[in-house]
């Protein structure tokens, strides 16, 4: 007797390709050292979820997960860190007390929970969207369904447990004015009792790229002799460390000083 071979479904070739996927991708959000990084992982764990989305008949989901958190909300983080920076010096630092033992507790506690629910779903058996799909006569219609009918409480409450996170994330972020606001005058006069005490400049800082041949805000600006300057580089990028490098940015200035002295070395010998 022959046993038939079980055919292997889209489904399943889906799921085979893009859960280890999701999984490198979560872990390598987790164990990066640059939050630019962690947010690129966080893409590919993102689309992982889309496609796998698509492949159990949740067309909505599918646009939604592209459309809206990866293309929208994460690309919005990801643009903001790179804008802002992040300073490596603040992450040693723990400024709430305790934060470093609730963070862990919590984490366990989402572990559990994780464990417990996919347990519970593997011993109960997938049921699929199709038949779900076909109740409430499309995958659209049943979300609608579930969000503005069956779990509107819960739907409602968990937008405005949203919207006061936002607004506690920028109050605790928020520091309070320990001086007064310096006027353009007051400023000016620092500038001026700086250059006349310490020799400070009392002009703009150099812009980036000034002297060099490239204006890109990561190449120093080099001043007449070829030095750098060291103040036309923001704190962000050097401790980044995607600092041009400047010796071949100096040649040409240094060779037009050689030249120059050498043309002057021989009108002094004639």
């Not at 400023?187 to 150099?206: M, N, S, W």
């Not at 080099?222 to 990028?237: E, F, R, Y």
Request: glycine share 10%; aromatic share 6%.
């Amino acid at each position: 007797m022959i046993t038939p071979i079980a055919l292997v479904t889209a489904t399943e070739v889906a799921f085979w390709v893009c859960a280890p996927i999701a999984v490198l991708c979560g872990l390598g959000m987790l164990l990066s050292r640059k939050p630019v990084h962690s947010a690129i992982f966080m893409a590919g764990v993102m689309v992982s979820l889309a496609v796998l989305y698509a492949a159990q008949d949740a067309p909505f989901l599918f646009v939604i997960q592209i459309v809206v958190y990866t293309g929208a909300i994460l690309m919005l983080f990801l643009f903001v860190v790179m804008l802002i920076g992040v300073d490596s010096t603040d992450s040693v630092v723990e400024t709430i007390k305790g934060q470093r033992v609730a963070a862990t507790v919590v984490a366990v506690g989402v572990g559990c929970l994780l464990i417990l629910a996919v347990g519970q779903f593997a011993t109960g058996g997938p049921a699929g969207l199709g038949k779900e799909n076909g109740r409430y006569g499309g995958n659209i219609q049943g979300i609608a369904a579930l969000l503005f009918r069956d779990y509107v409480f819960l739907f409602e409450a968990t937008a405005a447990l949203l919207i006061t996170g936002a607004v506690g994330a920028m109050v605790l972020a928020h520091g309070e004015r320990i001086s007064k606001k310096k006027t353009q005058p007051e400023l000016l006069a620092d500038r001026v009792k700086a250059y006349a005490e310490d020799g400070q400049h009392p002009g703009a800082l150099p812009s980036s790229g000034v002297f060099a041949r490239h204006n890109a805000i990561s190449t120093p600006a080099l001043l007449p002799d070829g030095s750098i300057a060291p103040k036309s580089v923001s704190k962000t990028l050097r401790l980044r460390g995607v600092i041009v490098d400047v010796d071949e940015l100096r040649a040409p200035t240094e060779n037009a000083f050689t030249a120059i002295a050498a043309a002057h070395d021989e009108g002094e010998d004639e």
